[in-house]
């Protein structure tokens, strides 16, 4: 048995992904022509060999149920261990609303965390749109001695939050809180490999203190009696999806080579449920540039910095570009579209106009005729 | 548990007239129409069809097809007390063992594995066809008839009759005779290599044609005059719709064509669809420069280049500048920048260098046809394969 157990963070509601998160959680959202954000902290736990995970949810997550079912395409549909849903089982009277923190949200499924049979605890958030190879990740936290290993970003993504600064003697020092600034510390990815014996005791801890944050409560408090904590630096992509400006700017990122590559190299692909899909088509006139497409479409029109999910059909002259259109997306013909992020099954009828703008793209909600 | 009906894929011929395609693997798993490979068709046709016992004879090159169907699952044939069964030849104690030594024979030496379903039918089938057909509705029609062995037939036109083997009908409606291609052909119903046979009168005519030394072992050649000179009751299932035999480099070449007019045939239907084993990979990458008219194009493909009423399969990359027109390039196929594709089949990860020319422009001479490399072929830069060729894995080009 692989001494690690996965748990990733699928509870997070993100309110600022607006429409996009209307009937779905953030790591639900549709990603890159046919994922879902989830897809990557899963493919990352599975290319590394571990297949028992468990997913924290708390509400609308029929999309997420839906989407990763049995656990079969990353293999985790196993007879024993394997994947496990976790909706809420041991929530505290008082509570009411979101849970207002990871380890709120851990003391939730507290039974089921008590229960796992290895030793250390992989933490992953469900809406971070990276690649993370955490072989390496798992050798250094066994090697270190650590009793927690902080993933972290080689460089700021957008929205970072929290940054650890190491000491001389290469160990995390302290966490500072919101802050952007490029010169100090390292930007945490809010992945970890943390002893489950440590992390037990910080569920205990905070329960006891009435405290809800793995950041400002645990670690802080963690580190300020001296625990040993090391960091390690993911070198690719990384960023958390958490605005619609993020996601937008992080579906254009995949446009980049440079980017793609980090995200999809061979050796530790992203696996997604499988659909059944034909080819896609590209007629007489349709016109292609810089653009990802997904399988199942019909591309008639013009498509330019445009990433198409699967089922999308871009009718005769309609013109689109900066666009992200998602399953079953229908633009008639002649319609022109700039800056839109079309949810599932939304359609366009014929000569259409609809602008928005890359810092503030115009988003239509699912299902949504215009 | 008792079956209805179990289906016997012949999948163990080498498809020599594929020549560099099934240099290595046998002709089942050749890829075909970008996303699939040929057993997908009639594999998905039986899922879909509601038969779920599927045994696949397999003898020529089979390790790259074992490990393409696995335990079905693209297919839903991953059930419970039924599924899919590789069956190579085996040993028998205090039998030597033999190969497959024709169509009939192969089925015969696995009389125990479809025994051990006591089916009341059993139907045959090859897999180098491209169609999408109601098994269900054969056999509805095959136990209506009350018929020995049902044969799927398709209308054809006179000329084309003289390539198949033909069905001359009686006044019944029966099958009266089998002309295996006819110089003067007496009917238009040609046989598809697809039957519907009684299990228990199979048997008996599977174990008569094994002590028959004269005999080749062969359904159309001798269990099915055999079945007729007998007496049987043979019905023909009309079958109407697409279906191609892709045995030979100009038909697999042209019915991949076909993949590009969905009026031929409907790939898109949710209803019957066509299943396959696909790789993980994100969706295709349509490049600054790139061109992309007339064409299917699937996941993992990188085009930066010109493509035109081809079809592409996953992970193909496309470069800057290059031209490819009229071809079919399986997975992992690459061509570099500058180099020029056409009216070429290029197999799975060969690689056509930057200023390569592969395939010509049909120029109305007899000469001319469909250029073909094999798979893992480098072509080097500068090298030009010539209309019709034929590039085996190994040669130097």
Known sequence: MNNFHGIIFAYSAAPELRELVGA??????????RYRLIDFALSSMRNAGILDVGIIMQRD???????????????????????????????????????????????????YIRDIPQKYL??????MCANIDLVPVMRQHRRSGAEITAICADHTPAQSHHRYVLGEDGLVKQILFDRNDEWEGLPALEGYIINKDTLLKMMDECKARNQYSFHKHAVAAFLAEGGKMCAYVHPGYAVAIRTVEAYYQASMDMLKTEYRRQMFPADRPV???????????????????????????????????????????????????????????????????????????????????????????????????? | MKKNCIAMLLAGGQGSRLYALTQKVAKPSVPFGGKYRIIDFPLSNCANSGIDTVGVLTQYRPLQLNSYIGNGQPWDLDVTDGGVYILPPYQSAGEKGSWFSGTANAIYQNISFIESYNPENVLILSGDHIYKMDYSDMLREHV???????????????????????????????????????????????????????WKKLREYLIADENDPKSSKDFGKNIIPKMLSAGEKLWPYRFKGYWRDVGTITSLWDANMDMLSPDLINLYDPAWPISSRSPVCPPHY?????????????????????????????????????????????PGAVVESGAIVEYAIVGENTVVRSGAHVGALPDGTDAWGVATCGPDIEIRSGAAVPAGAMIYTGEEV
């Open chain 1, 24 to 33: 779905r959680t953030a790591a639900s959202l549709p990603f890159c022509g």
């Open chain 1, 61 to 111: 997550y029929q999309s997420l149920l839906d989407h990763i079912g049995s656990g079969k395409a990353w293999d985790m549909s196993r007879r024993s261990g394997g994947l496990r849903m976790l909706p809420p089982f041991g929530l505290p009277e008082y509570h009411t609303g979101n849970y207002t923190g990871t380890i709120e949200a851990l003391n939730a499924v507290s039974t």
């Open chain 1, 122 to 127: 992989v933490l992953l958030l469900g809406n």
């Open chain 1, 271 to 370: 696996r997604t449920k499988a659909h059944e899909e034909v080819s896609t088509y590209y007629g007489e006139r349709a016109v292609s540039r810089n653009s990802l497409v997904a399988d199942n479409c019909k591309i008639e029109g013009s498509i330019e910095n445009c990433i198409i999910f699967s089922g999308a059909r871009i009718e005769k002259g309609a013109k689109l570009r900066n666009c992200i259109i998602m399953r079953g997306g229908i633009v008639g013909e002649n319609a022109e579209l700039d800056c839109v992020i079309a949810d599932k099954y939304c359609s366009f009828s014929s000569g259409t106009v609809l602008k928005g703008n890359a810092k503030l793209p115009t988003v239509v909600p699912k299902g949504v005729s215009i």
């Open chain 2, 144 to 198: 209506e008839k009350e018929a020995a062995c049902t044969i799927s037939v398709l209308q054809v036109s006179m000329e084309e009759a003289t390539r198949f083997g033909i069905m001359n009908l009686g006044e019944d409606g029966y099958v009266e005779q089998f002309e295996e291609k006819p110089k003067q052909p007496k009917s238009d119903l040609a046989s598809m290599g697809i039957y519907i046979f009684n």
């Open chain 2, 286 to 330: 349509a490049g600054e420069e790139s061109e992309i008219i007339h064409s299917i194009v699937t996941e993992g493909c990188e085009v930066d280049g010109h493509v035109e009423n081809s079809v592409l399969s996953p992970n193909v990359i496309i470069g800057r500048g290059a031209t490819v027109n009229y071809s079919v390039l399986m």
